[in-house]
């Protein structure tokens, strides 16, 4: 995969997109990352990227010309354009299933917004709109990076455990139950004894029970998208008519 993005700070992804994870996909030619300055498309003395509001008001608007022509160089880089998506407040809200869908493009161009925004006309460039969640940044470079990490992650040969993106919250729609390592032991805090039983069978039984039980405590919006066989959604059911009462402990 290939992914672009288009910033007035380019510095801040060297760090994060290097390390880990991001840094191990590039080094495995299984994601080339680039990123562009917008001030490389101004055309006056001061690479000015935003301007004074129409009709008055706080705040600055980014200017449409340089986000037009850069993001038409950077489509010309390969034979393909890219798809490209605008980070805003405005867009609709990232998850996990967003991320497996952008995870099947050649191609991502993130577009990164300052200021107050995007001049609504620069809109017309855009074939995805996204926001990371119901609050305010100073700019899209810190969710560009957010939602690169969340897709390339997803990328065949990027995790080690090709399980790790299977077993884990949200791709089955519940949180990810309590995980354990040594010491047995800890601050008089016990490792639960189905954990060192062996019994795989119990095991499964027991991680898919603290799942449930972590999601309708913390999480009970996401039951109503999981995937719940019956004797699940009649637990969950129980358990929400009475409160007070703690599921039974193994
Ligand atoms: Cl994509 N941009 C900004 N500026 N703020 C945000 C956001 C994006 N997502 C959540 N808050």
Same mark, same amino acid.
């Given at each position: #995969?290939?992914? /672009? ?6 510095? #801040?992804?060297?760090? %994060? ?17 680039? +990123? ?12 000015? +990227?935003?301007? /004074? %509001? ?8 980014? &200017?449409?010309? %340089? ?34 869908? *952008? ?11 300052? @200021? ?11 074939? !995805? ?5 119901? @609050? ?11 939602? +690169? ?27 990810? @139950?309590? $995980? ?18 062996? /019994? ?9 029970? &603290?799942? *449930?039980?972590? +999601?309708?405590?913390?999480?009970? !919006? ?6 719940? =066989? ?7 059911? $129980?358990?929400?008519?009475?409160? =007070?009462? $703690? %599921? &039974?402990? =193994?």
């Amino acid at each position: #995969m290939i992914v /672009d993005v288009l910033t007035i700070f380019p510095g #801040m992804f060297e760090e %994060p997109m290097s390390a880990s994870m991001m840094g191990l996909a590039r080094e495995r030619g299984l994601l080339e990352f680039r +990123t562009h300055d917008l001030r490389d498309w101004t055309h006056d003395r001061h690479k000015t +990227t935003d301007d /004074d %509001p129409y009709g008055g008001g706080p705040g600055m608007v980014m &200017k449409p010309e %340089p986000l037009g022509e850069a993001i038409a160089a950077i489509h010309e880089l390969e034979d393909e354009p890219a798809h490209t998506v605008f980070l805003t407040p405005s867009g609709r809200r990232f998850d996990q299933s967003i991320a497996e869908e *952008l995870s099947s493009h050649e191609r991502i161009l993130f577009v990164c917004g300052r @200021y107050e925004g995007f001049d609504a006309r620069s809109h017309t460039l855009a074939d !995805d709109e996204i926001s990371i969640g119901d @609050y305010v940044l100073t700019g899209g470079e810190l969710a560009a990076m957010v939602v +690169t990490d969340a897709v390339v992650r997803l990328l065949p040969g990027v995790l080690g455990h090709e399980d790790s993106a299977v077993d884990e919250s949200f791709s089955s729609g519940l949180l990810e @139950y309590p $995980q354990y390592t040594r010491p047995a032991v800890w601050n008089d805090l016990e490792v639960p004894e189905v954990l060192r039983s062996g /019994d795989h069978a119990r095991i499964q039984a027991w991680r898919r029970r &603290k799942a *449930l039980e972590l +999601t309708l405590e913390r999480r009970p !919006d996401l039951l109503n998208e999981a995937d719940l =066989d019956s004797v699940e959604v009649e637990w969950v059911r $129980q358990a929400n008519g009475n409160v =007070d009462s $703690q %599921p &039974k402990e =193994d």
